[in-house]
């Protein structure tokens, strides 16, 4: 198998010795799996309780080893909804504003998932929301096999972002830092998000494992960045935004994205498309961050 046909698949996915990728195929939230000495550790608990039920399955089948830690990225739903499958061996841990949104939210926060997200709803009737424990940020975490960095850098996506760099293995686990092929949510601060994709330019890594779609390598996150540069370039005029979300007139700039933007895609989620646009020209062009 060549390496363009690697980065296309879903499922279990090993990227180093000891480390894994749990890619879903539904375009739903990925997680990492590290595989320390005695046990494993998690980076996103998946969206719903029966995906992480299956992803519980896989690792005790292959591993037989126990989840210990699960590290929430973000507070976003589609990211931590699993994590009742983990709570009852497994440390749930989060970066301290990750945890005060969640306890601020937890009365209403799965009966939102459900009404939000219709597609998956019957799979959160017995969801339950798990709420984390703080973790300290910017430190690293020994597993016996490998050395975790968690990383936080600013609030962008949320306010609470965090990322898993493994320096030897040259792999990042950005979370929704970073979506492959595919247009963005950008969420809370849109050039907080811009820098952070600068930053995780400058790790010497591989390969990267978004928070939605497949693996990536350097060259992926090279080409959000171009993408965003463009529409930034046309986010000045209102007239200039109408014709970025026109799938039958994108600028000529746009044509190596056309397999994220058109047509079944922009069809979908035009109001999400819409918002993403709108971020530009409130944020990047004249708006301070």
Same mark, same amino acid.
């Given at each position: 198998?060549?390496?363009?046909?690697?980065?296309?698949? /879903?499922?279990?996915?090993?990227?180093?010795?000891?480390?894994?990728?749990?890619?879903?195929?539904?375009?739903?939230? =990925?997680?990492?799996?590290?595989?320390? =000495?005695?046990?494993?550790? #998690?980076?996103?608990? #998946?969206?719903?309780?029966?995906?992480?039920?299956?992803?519980?399955?896989?690792?005790?089948?292959?591993? =037989?080893?126990?989840? /210990?830690?699960?590290?929430?990225?973000?507070?976003?739903? +589609?990211?931590?909804?699993?994590?009742?499958?983990?709570?009852?061996?497994?440390?749930?841990?989060?970066?301290?504003? /990750?945890?005060?949104?969640?306890?601020?939210?937890?009365?209403?926060?799965?009966?939102?998932?459900?009404?939000?997200?219709?597609?998956?709803?019957?799979?959160?009737? +017995?969801?339950?929301?798990?709420?984390?424990?703080? /973790?300290?940020?910017?430190?690293?975490?020994?597993?016996?096999?490998?050395?975790?960095?968690?990383?936080?850098?600013?609030?962008?996506?949320?306010?609470?972002?965090?990322?898993?760099?493994?320096?030897?293995?040259?792999?990042? $686990?950005?979370? +929704?830092?970073?979506?492959?092929?595919?247009?963005?949510?950008?969420?809370?601060?849109?050039?907080?998000?811009?820098?952070?994709?600068?930053?995780?330019?400058?790790?010497?890594?591989?390969?990267?494992?978004?928070?939605?779609?497949?693996?990536?390598?350097?060259?992926?996150?090279?080409? #959000?960045?171009?993408?965003? +540069?463009?529409?930034?370039?046309?986010?000045?005029?209102?007239?200039?935004?109408?014709?970025?979300l026109d799938p039958d007139s994108l600028p000529s700039e746009l044509a190596e994205y056309n397999s994220w933007i058109k047509p079944t895609f922009l069809?979908?989620?035009?109001?999400?498309?819409?918002? $993403?646009?709108?971020?530009?020209?409130?944020?990047?062009?004249?708006?301070?961050?």
């Amino acid at each position: 198998m060549n390496r363009s046909q690697w980065l296309k698949l /879903t499922g279990p996915q090993q990227i180093r010795e000891n480390v894994y990728a749990w890619i879903n195929p539904t375009g739903d939230a =990925n997680a990492a799996i590290i595989i320390g =000495n005695e046990s494993i550790f #998690l980076f996103d608990a #998946l969206s719903t309780p029966r995906q992480a039920a299956d992803l519980d399955k896989f690792l005790k089948a292959r591993f =037989n080893k126990s989840v /210990t830690t699960v590290i929430y990225s973000h507070w976003h739903e +589609d990211h931590i909804l699993g994590g009742q499958v983990f709570a009852d061996d497994a440390r749930i841990l989060a970066h301290p504003k /990750t945890c005060e949104k969640l306890y601020t939210e937890k009365e209403r926060f799965v009966a939102y998932a459900q009404k939000e997200r219709s597609d998956i709803a019957a799979d959160l009737v +017995d969801a339950r929301l798990i709420i984390p424990e703080e /973790t300290e940020i910017n430190i690293e975490i020994n597993t016996g096999n490998n050395v975790i960095q968690l990383m936080h850098w600013e609030p962008a996506h949320t306010e609470g972002d965090l990322i898993v760099w493994l320096e030897k293995e040259k792999v990042i $686990f950005s979370s +929704d830092l970073f979506f492959n092929n595919m247009i963005p949510y950008i969420g809370l601060n849109a050039c907080g998000y811009r820098r952070c994709l600068e930053r995780i330019l400058k790790l010497p890594f591989k390969y990267i494992v978004p928070g939605h779609g497949n693996i990536g390598d350097r060259k992926s996150v090279e080409r #959000l960045i171009r993408l965003w +540069d463009i529409v930034g370039s046309y986010a000045a005029s209102e007239k200039n935004v109408d014709k970025i979300l026109d799938p039958d007139s994108l600028p000529s700039e746009l044509a190596e994205y056309n397999s994220w933007i058109k047509p079944t895609f922009l069809e979908e989620i035009s109001e999400y498309v819409a918002g $993403f646009w709108e971020l530009f020209v409130r944020k990047i062009t004249g708006s301070s961050a």
